[in-house]
């Protein structure tokens, strides 16, 4: 491969300039959980939140980044890290822009997870768990996707037949449905009061 010659440009104005304009820091809050677990349900309302509090904030979501800047990815181990490190580069530009950034993938693995807390930073980075059952999920199937999976006309559904490494020690685990939803965004905005 030729070599590739890089040489960075400084701004005139920084993530600084940024956050006094709006402000408010910024930050990520990444959402990590099974299909069904209730991401979007509570990256959502956290959004609608912050939104009433005057806070600018943008939202990264599986389904719709795969539907655009993703769309040529697959469920495979390699397709599913390459979606998520995408995402967590969007993100980041996100946190330089000086917004809150909140992303809502399952994002399966450990090691992607820490790959991504190294990217954007961890004095940047929020994790949250919404750990709710594989048998809750099953029995939401919001898309009915866990019922084609559990036919075998989905490969490598995560939870079924494709692997979901739970978070040892995130940021904030929320659980569902013990947790409502308003609930999860009370927990979650307790944590980034003192971040905003
Ligand atoms: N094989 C397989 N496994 C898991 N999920 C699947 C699969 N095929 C399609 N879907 C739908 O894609 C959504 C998850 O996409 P993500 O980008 O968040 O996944 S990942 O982080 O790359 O693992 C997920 O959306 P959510 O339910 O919002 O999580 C599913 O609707
Ligand atoms: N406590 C709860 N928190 C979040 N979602 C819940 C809760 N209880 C029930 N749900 C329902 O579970 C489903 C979760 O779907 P969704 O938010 O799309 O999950 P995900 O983005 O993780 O796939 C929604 O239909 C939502 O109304």
């Known amino acids: 491969m ?20 709006n402000k ?7 959402f990590t959980g099974l299909s069904g677990s209730g991401k979007s ?8 939140k912050l939104h009433e509090l005057n806070v600018h904030t943008y939202s990264l979501d599986g389904d719709n980044l795969r539907s655009g800047l ?3 990815l697959t469920f495979s181990k390699d397709d599913r890290n390459e979606n998520l490190r995408r995402a967590a580069e969007v993100a980041k530009l996100f946190v330089d822009a000086g917004v809150v950034a909140i992303a ?8 992607t997870r820490e790959e991504i807390k190294e990217l ?3 004095e940047n980075y929020i994790e949250v768990f919404v750990n709710t059952s594989l048998e809750i999920c099953e ?5 009915g996707l866990y019922k084609k999976a559990r036919a075998g006309e989905i490969k490598n559904f ?22 409502s939803p308003d609930v999860a965004v009370s927990k979650i905005m307790e944590v980034i009061k003192s971040k905003l």
């Open 2 to 21: 030729n070599p590739v010659y890089i040489v960075k440009h400084e701004y005139a104005i920084n993530r600084l300039d940024r956050e006094k304009l």
């Open 24 to 30: 408010h820091k910024s930050f990520l809050v990444w």
């Open 41 to 48: 349900t509570i990256a959502n309302l956290l959004e609608k």
């Open 70 to 72: 993703n769309k040529n």
């Open 104 to 111: 809502a993938f399952i994002s399966p693995y450990i090691k």
């Open 120 to 122: 954007v930073g961890a």
């Open 139 to 143: 029995q939401r199937d919001v898309k």
């Open 158 to 179: 995560t939870g079924i037949n494709s692997v979901y490494e739970a978070p040892v020690n995130p940021t904030i685990e929320i659980k569902t449905p013990s947790d």
